[in-house]
Protein backbone atom coordinates (compact mmCIF):
# COMPACT_ATOMS: atom_id res chain seq x y z
CA UNK A 1 0.00 0.00 0.00
CA UNK A 2 0.93 3.42 -0.65
CA UNK A 3 1.18 6.25 2.30
CA UNK A 4 -2.48 6.85 1.30
CA UNK A 5 -3.47 3.14 2.20
CA UNK A 6 -4.12 2.21 -1.36
CA UNK A 7 -3.05 -1.01 -2.14
CA UNK A 8 -0.56 -0.70 -5.49
CA UNK A 9 0.77 -4.37 -6.01
CA UNK A 10 1.81 -7.44 -4.57
CA UNK A 11 4.81 -9.30 -3.77
CA UNK A 12 5.98 -12.14 -4.60
CA UNK A 13 8.96 -14.03 -3.25
CA UNK A 14 11.39 -15.46 -5.99
CA UNK A 15 11.78 -19.44 -5.99
CA UNK A 16 14.76 -21.51 -7.12
CA UNK A 17 14.74 -22.68 -10.62
CA UNK A 18 14.21 -26.77 -9.48
CA UNK A 19 14.00 -29.22 -12.00
CA UNK A 20 14.99 -33.12 -13.18
CA UNK A 21 17.51 -33.17 -16.20
CA UNK A 22 18.99 -36.98 -17.52
CA UNK A 23 21.94 -35.89 -19.19
CA UNK A 24 23.73 -39.36 -21.30
CA UNK A 25 21.32 -41.43 -19.70
CA UNK A 26 22.20 -40.18 -16.27
CA UNK A 27 18.61 -38.33 -13.65
CA UNK A 28 19.87 -35.53 -11.89
CA UNK A 29 17.44 -33.24 -9.56
CA UNK A 30 19.52 -29.81 -9.86
CA UNK A 31 18.20 -26.72 -8.45
CA UNK A 32 19.30 -23.14 -9.59
CA UNK A 33 19.44 -19.49 -8.44
CA UNK A 34 18.86 -18.11 -12.04
CA UNK A 35 16.70 -19.21 -14.55
CA UNK A 36 19.93 -19.89 -17.21
CA UNK A 37 22.60 -21.72 -16.01
CA UNK A 38 25.18 -24.20 -17.83
CA UNK A 39 24.97 -27.70 -18.51
CA UNK A 40 27.40 -30.56 -20.20
CA UNK A 41 29.13 -27.22 -22.14
CA UNK A 42 25.35 -25.46 -23.62
CA UNK A 43 23.60 -22.56 -21.63
CA UNK A 44 20.19 -23.68 -20.69
CA UNK A 45 17.65 -20.84 -20.21
CA UNK A 46 14.37 -21.82 -18.56
CA UNK A 47 11.23 -19.68 -19.77
CA UNK A 48 8.48 -21.43 -17.93
CA UNK A 49 7.19 -23.66 -15.27
CA UNK A 50 6.52 -27.25 -16.06
CA UNK A 51 4.43 -29.64 -13.87
CA UNK A 52 3.51 -28.80 -10.04
CA UNK A 53 5.36 -29.39 -7.29
CA UNK A 54 5.27 -30.49 -3.61
CA UNK A 55 6.69 -30.18 -0.62
CA UNK A 56 7.62 -33.74 0.42
CA UNK A 57 9.59 -34.50 3.84
CA UNK A 58 10.79 -30.36 3.85
CA UNK A 59 11.92 -31.26 0.23
CA UNK A 60 10.23 -29.28 -3.08
CA UNK A 61 10.05 -32.50 -5.97
CA UNK A 62 7.41 -32.52 -8.93
CA UNK A 63 4.20 -34.32 -8.47
CA UNK A 64 5.06 -37.85 -11.02
CA UNK A 65 2.74 -37.35 -13.97
CA UNK A 66 1.96 -33.53 -13.65
CA UNK A 67 4.34 -32.76 -16.74
CA UNK A 68 5.49 -34.09 -19.74
CA UNK A 69 9.10 -33.93 -20.30
CA UNK A 70 11.15 -31.75 -22.47
CA UNK A 71 13.97 -33.56 -24.48
CA UNK A 72 15.83 -31.96 -27.51
CA UNK A 73 19.33 -33.07 -29.01
CA UNK A 74 22.11 -31.56 -30.10
CA UNK A 75 24.59 -31.09 -32.51
CA UNK A 76 27.81 -29.51 -32.99
CA UNK A 77 28.77 -26.67 -35.89
CA UNK A 78 30.98 -29.63 -38.28
CA UNK A 79 31.19 -26.04 -40.40
CA UNK A 80 33.06 -24.09 -37.73
CA UNK A 81 35.03 -26.99 -36.40
CA UNK A 82 36.13 -28.18 -40.35
CA UNK A 83 37.10 -24.84 -41.11
CA UNK A 84 39.37 -24.12 -38.10
CA UNK A 85 40.82 -27.81 -39.00
CA UNK A 86 41.66 -26.97 -42.50
CA UNK A 87 42.94 -23.73 -41.42
CA UNK A 88 45.42 -25.39 -38.50
CA UNK A 89 46.22 -27.61 -41.23
CA UNK A 90 47.10 -25.26 -44.09
CA UNK A 91 49.13 -23.32 -41.41
CA UNK A 92 51.05 -26.00 -40.00
CA UNK A 93 52.15 -27.02 -43.61
CA UNK A 94 53.18 -23.50 -44.71
CA UNK A 95 54.89 -23.38 -40.83
CA UNK A 96 57.13 -26.47 -41.73
CA UNK A 97 57.79 -25.63 -45.41
CA UNK A 98 59.08 -21.92 -44.53
CA UNK A 99 61.41 -24.04 -41.56
CA UNK A 100 62.42 -27.07 -43.78
CA UNK A 101 63.55 -24.75 -46.81
CA UNK A 102 65.09 -21.84 -44.42
CA UNK A 103 68.17 -24.52 -43.08
CA UNK A 104 67.75 -26.96 -46.49
CA UNK A 105 68.48 -24.24 -48.97
CA UNK A 106 72.02 -24.01 -50.73
CA UNK A 107 73.94 -20.64 -50.98
CA UNK A 108 73.75 -19.29 -54.82
CA UNK A 109 77.25 -19.63 -56.28
CA UNK A 110 78.83 -16.77 -58.35
CA UNK A 111 80.92 -19.67 -60.03
CA UNK A 112 80.74 -23.27 -60.40
CA UNK A 113 84.43 -23.64 -60.87
CA UNK A 114 85.66 -22.49 -57.73
CA UNK A 115 82.48 -22.25 -55.56
CA UNK A 116 82.42 -18.50 -54.66
CA UNK A 117 79.65 -17.36 -53.15
CA UNK A 118 77.61 -14.17 -53.00
CA UNK A 119 79.47 -11.84 -50.12
CA UNK A 120 77.66 -8.56 -48.78
CA UNK A 121 78.13 -5.63 -51.27
CA UNK A 122 80.34 -2.68 -49.15
CA UNK A 123 79.49 0.61 -49.62
CA UNK A 124 82.52 0.84 -52.21
CA UNK A 125 80.61 -1.78 -54.33
CA UNK A 126 77.09 -0.17 -54.38
CA UNK A 127 78.62 2.76 -55.80
CA UNK A 128 78.74 1.68 -59.08
CA UNK A 129 75.53 -0.25 -59.17
CA UNK A 130 71.85 0.60 -59.90
CA UNK A 131 69.57 0.00 -57.31
CA UNK A 132 67.49 -2.79 -58.90
CA UNK A 133 71.21 -4.40 -59.79
CA UNK A 134 71.94 -4.16 -55.66
CA UNK A 135 68.12 -5.73 -55.02
CA UNK A 136 68.98 -8.41 -57.09
CA UNK A 137 72.03 -9.37 -56.14
CA UNK A 138 71.15 -9.18 -52.25
CA UNK A 139 68.37 -11.52 -52.75
CA UNK A 140 70.54 -13.82 -54.32
CA UNK A 141 73.33 -13.30 -51.37
CA UNK A 142 70.65 -14.10 -49.10
CA UNK A 143 69.82 -17.40 -50.43
CA UNK A 144 71.00 -20.20 -47.72
CA UNK A 145 71.91 -17.64 -45.21
CA UNK A 146 70.68 -20.14 -42.95
CA UNK A 147 71.80 -23.16 -44.47
CA UNK A 148 72.35 -26.13 -41.79
CA UNK A 149 71.32 -23.97 -38.85
CA UNK A 150 70.81 -26.26 -36.57
CA UNK A 151 67.98 -24.98 -34.43
CA UNK A 152 65.47 -24.87 -37.03
CA UNK A 153 66.63 -28.29 -38.22
CA UNK A 154 65.54 -29.37 -34.66
CA UNK A 155 62.35 -27.70 -34.70
CA UNK A 156 61.47 -29.17 -38.03
CA UNK A 157 62.15 -32.05 -36.24
CA UNK A 158 60.27 -32.17 -33.49
CA UNK A 159 57.64 -30.28 -35.22
CA UNK A 160 56.78 -33.02 -37.73
CA UNK A 161 57.45 -35.79 -34.90
CA UNK A 162 54.26 -34.29 -33.53
CA UNK A 163 51.74 -35.41 -36.16
CA UNK A 164 53.64 -39.03 -36.96
CA UNK A 165 51.66 -41.04 -33.97
CA UNK A 166 51.78 -44.31 -33.78
CA UNK A 167 49.31 -47.13 -32.36
CA UNK A 168 45.45 -45.57 -30.88
CA UNK A 169 46.53 -41.87 -31.66
CA UNK A 170 47.42 -42.66 -35.07
CA UNK A 171 44.21 -43.95 -36.37
CA UNK A 172 42.00 -41.99 -34.52
CA UNK A 173 43.60 -39.55 -36.49
CA UNK A 174 43.40 -41.21 -39.61
CA UNK A 175 39.74 -42.03 -39.06
CA UNK A 176 38.70 -38.46 -38.55
CA UNK A 177 41.01 -38.27 -42.46
CA UNK A 178 44.35 -36.40 -41.30
CA UNK A 179 47.08 -38.07 -41.80
CA UNK A 180 50.70 -36.77 -43.07
CA UNK A 181 52.79 -37.76 -45.69
CA UNK A 182 56.51 -36.98 -47.43
CA UNK A 183 57.89 -35.18 -50.53
CA UNK A 184 60.89 -34.83 -51.54
CA UNK A 185 62.49 -31.52 -50.41
CA UNK A 186 65.32 -29.20 -52.04
CA UNK A 187 68.46 -31.09 -52.78
CA UNK A 188 71.07 -30.52 -50.13
CA UNK A 189 74.66 -31.49 -49.77
CA UNK A 190 74.64 -32.65 -46.47
CA UNK A 191 70.38 -32.56 -45.36
CA UNK A 192 68.54 -35.30 -46.78
CA UNK A 193 65.36 -35.60 -45.16
CA UNK A 194 61.79 -34.90 -46.45
CA UNK A 195 59.00 -32.62 -46.56
CA UNK A 196 56.71 -33.82 -43.64
CA UNK A 197 53.16 -32.39 -44.46
CA UNK A 198 49.67 -32.84 -43.16
CA UNK A 199 46.90 -34.13 -45.54
CA UNK A 200 42.96 -33.77 -44.77
CA UNK A 201 39.95 -35.94 -46.31
CA UNK A 202 37.33 -33.17 -45.50
CA UNK A 203 34.45 -35.85 -45.96
CA UNK A 204 36.29 -38.22 -43.59
CA UNK A 205 36.53 -35.38 -41.07
CA UNK A 206 32.60 -34.64 -41.11
CA UNK A 207 31.92 -38.58 -40.60
CA UNK A 208 33.82 -38.87 -37.44
CA UNK A 209 31.88 -35.64 -36.39
CA UNK A 210 28.84 -36.69 -36.68
CA UNK A 211 29.72 -39.92 -35.17
CA UNK A 212 31.93 -38.89 -32.28
CA UNK A 213 32.92 -35.32 -31.84
CA UNK A 214 34.15 -36.13 -28.28
CA UNK A 215 37.03 -38.45 -30.07
CA UNK A 216 37.77 -35.62 -32.60
CA UNK A 217 38.16 -32.83 -29.30
CA UNK A 218 39.69 -35.06 -27.46
CA UNK A 219 42.18 -36.31 -30.12
CA UNK A 220 43.31 -32.70 -30.22
CA UNK A 221 42.90 -31.02 -26.56
CA UNK A 222 43.22 -33.85 -24.02
CA UNK A 223 45.90 -33.93 -21.78
CA UNK A 224 47.88 -36.11 -19.05
CA UNK A 225 46.90 -33.59 -16.24
CA UNK A 226 42.99 -33.77 -17.08
CA UNK A 227 43.09 -37.25 -17.01
CA UNK A 228 44.04 -38.47 -20.33
CA UNK A 229 46.46 -41.75 -20.93
CA UNK A 230 48.52 -38.86 -23.22
CA UNK A 231 48.66 -35.32 -24.42
CA UNK A 232 46.53 -34.52 -27.30
CA UNK A 233 48.10 -33.32 -31.11
CA UNK A 234 48.12 -29.71 -30.17
CA UNK A 235 49.57 -29.96 -26.76
CA UNK A 236 52.24 -31.29 -28.08
CA UNK A 237 52.66 -29.34 -30.17
CA UNK A 238 51.96 -26.28 -28.69
CA UNK A 239 54.96 -27.87 -26.14
CA UNK A 240 57.47 -27.73 -29.00
CA UNK A 241 56.33 -23.63 -30.08
CA UNK A 242 56.97 -22.74 -26.77
CA UNK A 243 60.19 -24.22 -26.47
CA UNK A 244 61.56 -22.29 -29.45
CA UNK A 245 59.75 -19.18 -30.06
CA UNK A 246 57.64 -18.42 -26.80
CA UNK A 247 58.28 -14.65 -26.62
CA UNK A 248 57.25 -14.10 -22.63
CA UNK A 249 60.03 -12.93 -21.09
CA UNK A 250 60.44 -14.64 -18.64
CA UNK A 251 60.85 -18.33 -20.54
CA UNK A 252 62.12 -16.59 -24.14
CA UNK A 253 62.41 -19.55 -26.54
CA UNK A 254 65.50 -20.66 -28.26
CA UNK A 255 65.04 -18.74 -31.45
CA UNK A 256 63.79 -15.49 -29.52
CA UNK A 257 66.72 -15.60 -27.24
CA UNK A 258 68.75 -16.39 -30.30
CA UNK A 259 67.73 -13.62 -32.52
CA UNK A 260 64.70 -11.60 -31.07
CA UNK A 261 61.22 -10.92 -31.92
CA UNK A 262 58.96 -7.80 -32.53
CA UNK A 263 56.39 -9.55 -29.97
CA UNK A 264 59.33 -9.33 -27.63
CA UNK A 265 60.23 -5.96 -26.85
CA UNK A 266 62.94 -6.96 -24.42
CA UNK A 267 64.29 -9.59 -26.77
CA UNK A 268 64.95 -7.08 -29.83
CA UNK A 269 67.89 -5.39 -28.10
CA UNK A 270 69.22 -8.64 -26.25
CA UNK A 271 69.71 -11.66 -28.11
CA UNK A 272 72.73 -13.60 -28.92
CA UNK A 273 72.92 -12.40 -32.87
CA UNK A 274 72.25 -8.68 -31.27
CA UNK A 275 75.34 -9.16 -29.03
CA UNK A 276 77.74 -10.71 -31.33
CA UNK A 277 76.67 -7.93 -33.97
CA UNK A 278 77.67 -5.36 -31.06
CA UNK A 279 81.04 -7.27 -30.46
CA UNK A 280 82.11 -7.17 -33.83
CA UNK A 281 81.16 -3.15 -34.19
CA UNK A 282 83.18 -2.69 -31.21
CA UNK A 283 86.09 -4.59 -32.32
CA UNK A 284 85.83 -2.71 -35.91
CA UNK A 285 85.81 0.76 -34.34
CA UNK A 286 88.46 0.21 -31.81
CA UNK A 287 90.69 -1.40 -34.96
CA UNK A 288 89.92 1.45 -36.54
CA UNK A 289 91.07 3.70 -34.14
CA UNK A 290 94.32 1.77 -33.63
CA UNK A 291 94.84 2.11 -37.30
CA UNK A 292 93.87 5.11 -37.17
CA UNK A 293 96.90 6.28 -34.86
CA UNK A 294 99.31 4.34 -36.56
CA UNK A 295 98.18 6.57 -39.41
CA UNK A 296 99.07 9.61 -37.47
CA UNK A 297 102.35 8.11 -35.89
CA UNK A 298 103.63 7.01 -39.32
CA UNK A 299 102.32 10.60 -40.95
CA UNK A 300 104.52 11.85 -38.15
CA UNK A 301 107.35 10.02 -39.13
CA UNK A 302 107.09 11.00 -42.35
CA UNK A 303 106.67 14.54 -42.08
CA UNK A 304 110.03 14.60 -39.63
CA UNK A 305 112.05 12.18 -42.28
CA UNK A 306 111.25 15.12 -45.06
CA UNK A 307 112.00 17.72 -42.63
CA UNK A 308 115.11 16.12 -42.11
CA UNK A 309 115.89 15.39 -45.56
CA UNK A 310 115.35 18.98 -46.34
CA UNK A 311 117.63 20.40 -44.00
CA UNK A 312 120.07 18.06 -45.23
CA UNK A 313 119.27 18.96 -49.10
CA UNK A 314 119.92 22.74 -47.71
CA UNK A 315 123.13 21.73 -45.91
CA UNK A 316 124.41 19.85 -49.12
CA UNK A 317 123.83 23.00 -51.20
CA UNK A 318 125.40 24.96 -48.54
CA UNK A 319 128.49 23.22 -48.99
CA UNK A 320 128.41 23.11 -52.32
CA UNK A 321 128.23 26.79 -52.60
CA UNK A 322 131.12 26.87 -49.86
CA UNK A 323 133.25 24.36 -52.61
CA UNK A 324 132.80 26.62 -55.31
CA UNK A 325 134.08 29.52 -53.94
CA UNK A 326 137.61 28.11 -53.19
Request: no cysteine; glycine share 8%; charged share 25%.
Amino acid sequence: MDATGKEVGTYTKGQDAIFTATVNGKEMELKRASNTFDMDGMSVTLKGTFGEYETVDGKDVLKPGSAEPVTFTTTSDSDAIVDAIKSFVEDYNEMVKEIHDAYSTLPNEKSSKDHSRYMPLTDEDKKGMSETAIKAYEEKAKQGILFGENDLSNLYRQLTSTIQMTGAENAAFKAMGITSSYSDGLTTLELEDRLTTINLDEEALRNALESDPDKVRDAFSKTVDNGASSNGLMFNMKKVLDAYANTSSGSMGLLIQKAGSKYSPNSVNSNSLQKEYDNFTTQIEKWQTKMSDQVDYYTRQFTALEQLVAQMNNQSSMLAGLQGGY
